[in-house]
């Protein structure tokens, strides 16, 4: 039997979507083909390139260095893997704040580096001085998060890179999620709003490309040189990326998804998905639920265990914050329609003692 996807019309909680159909066809086109041997697989190579000077335009860097990973996880690990070679430390450590996404724990686990989680302030924010309260001579990196994967916050992104030159430090901003939302808002966040050296934007998910395709930024050369390994019997005599074989469907699809979308397409959807995500925060705070006020298209709120688990099983995909909060993600494919939908079942699995409008 022929195994089918399941579709998007009820996932709420996914940081994935639908690729836009352009990028699809260009995955499907370019499946057989190998950026990860750019000699051999030249055609790839060259979008690779494009799209790198692409990502660059989007988030504020001129002459951008980098290439497309195998996802954000990749893309940080990285970042981390190239402030440790490049540290004179001899047990540096990265200093990042609590609400960093999971990868990082990856990468201090697999490069064996001291990860210093920092509190955040009330507004889910990293705390600048507790941050600054753990960097020492020894710390390599700092992090900061433009799109916070459980509540969609901008940490203070001048304010860390300061910290991490006090520090002589590299600079890494995890735009991953967000990085397709803020050209569009007036946060600071990109390599033009601070001393950012290394960066995540991830063209799988709110760019609108196939998965697999991560984005890996540096400021300059030497960021990549710091990573690359000697490759003798490739006709590129290097490699700075972590996987080997890499997907040209994820380089081609990210090209694709970029022309196609950049940068009007992309500012529609930020606007759609923002005033879907407050028109949401305000029917659930009518509803008499707590919520985090979305600053970007993601919505938490303080929905009961019950009520969480009998919209689970109406066959909603959604997920919970570390503080049991449900989580909503507005991402491309998430539509009002779908919304309202939901707002409905909302209304179905909800003890009426809640009522307060
Ligand atoms: N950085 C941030 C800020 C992220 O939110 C994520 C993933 C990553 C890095 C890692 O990216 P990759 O998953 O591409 O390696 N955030 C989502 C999460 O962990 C990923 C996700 C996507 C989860 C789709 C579920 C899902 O259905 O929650």
């Known amino acids: 039997m022929r195994a089918e996807p399941q579709d998007f019309g009820r996932v709420l909680s996914s940081m994935c979507t639908e690729p836009h159909p352009a990028a699809r066809e260009a995955a499907e086109r370019f499946l057989a083909t ?22 660059g335009a989007i988030v504020g860097l001129d002459d951008p260095v980098g290439y497309v ?11 981390v893997r190239a402030a440790r070679n490049l540290a004179d430390a001899a047990n540096p450590n990265v200093v990042a704040p609590e609400s960093v996404h999971f990868s990082f724990r990856k990468a201090a686990g697999v490069l064996d580096v001291d990860l210093r989680l920092a509190p955040l302030s009330d507004d889910y924010r990293a705390d600048v001085d507790a941050v600054r309260e753990l960097a020492d001579d020894d710390t390599a990196l700092v992090v900061g998060v433009a799109g916070t ?15 991490a030159r006090d520090h002589d430090a590299l600079f890494h901003v995890d735009a991953a999620w967000g990085g397709f939302f803020l050209p569009f808002t007036d946060r600071e966040w990109s390599f033009a709003d601070a001393p950012v050296d290394t ?10 490309a196939a998965i697999p395709a991560g984005g ?27 996987t080997g074989t890499r997907s040209g469907a994820g380089v081609a699809s990210a090209a694709a998804a970029i022309d196609e979308l950049w940068p009007d397409g992309y500012r529609e959807g930020y606007e759609r998905a923002q005033a879907d995500a407050e028109w949401l925060a305000a029917a659930l705070t009518d509803r008499g639920y707590d919520v985090v006020e979305p600053t970007l298209p993601l919505v938490a709120a303080d929905v009961p265990e019950r009520e969480f688990e009998a919209l689970r099983d109406a066959g909603w995909r959604i997920s919970r914050t570390g503080d049991d ?8 494919h998430v539509t009002r329609t779908m919304l309202e939908s939901f707002v409905a079942d909302v209304d179905s699995v909800r003890p009426r003692r809640n009522v307060n409008t």
Request: hydrophobic share 40%; net charge negative; with cysteine.
């Open 34 to 55: 190998n950026p990860g041997d750019p000699g051999t697989y030249e055609a790839v190579a060259d979008l690779e390139e494009r799209v790198v000077d692409d990502l």
């Open 69 to 79: 990973a195998s996802g954000g996880t990749e893309a940080n690990i990285q970042a």
């Open 149 to 163: 994967t459980e509540y969609g916050r901008v940490d203070p992104i001048p304010e860390l890179g300061a910290v």
């Open 199 to 208: 960066m995540t934007i991830d063209p799988h998910k709110v760019g609108q």
């Open 216 to 242: 890996f930024l540096v400021r300059d050369e030497s960021l990549l040189d710091a990573l690359a390994v000697d490759t003798p019997y490739l006709e590129s005599t290097g490699q700075a990326t972590l």
């Open 325 to 332: 909060e449900l989580r909503i993600v507005c991402m491309p």
